[in-house]
């Protein structure tokens, strides 16, 4: 005899609606002058260190290839 599962399928929509909710509770709104600046000088601070690793692997992908050329 077969069961039937009990839990139903939820839709992609509501589990990101519930993904949002719970970024949401645990979020912060940030007034203050000075920490909105220290925040988005961290936040450059991260987008360019990850543009220079994607750079460095992209420089070291391109000097495997020469290696394997020359």
């Known amino acids: 005899m077969t069961r039937v599962c ?4 939820t ?3 509501r ?9 949401l509770r645990h979020a912060r709104i940030v007034t203050d002058p ?3 600046s220290y925040l988005n000088g961290e936040v ?3 987008i360019a260190a990850s543009k220079a ?3 460095a692997a ?3 992908d ?5 290696d394997l050329i020359g």
């Open 15 to 23: 589990r990101r609606q519930r993904t949002v909710a719970d970024l």
């Open 62 to 66: 391109l000097l495997a290839l020469f």
């Open 53 to 55: 690793k994607e750079d």
């Open 34 to 36: 000075e920490t909105l």
């Open 58 to 60: 992209a420089g070291s």
């Open 6 to 9: 009990r839990h139903l399928l």
């Open 44 to 46: 450059k601070k991260r």
């Open 11 to 13: 839709s992609s929509r």
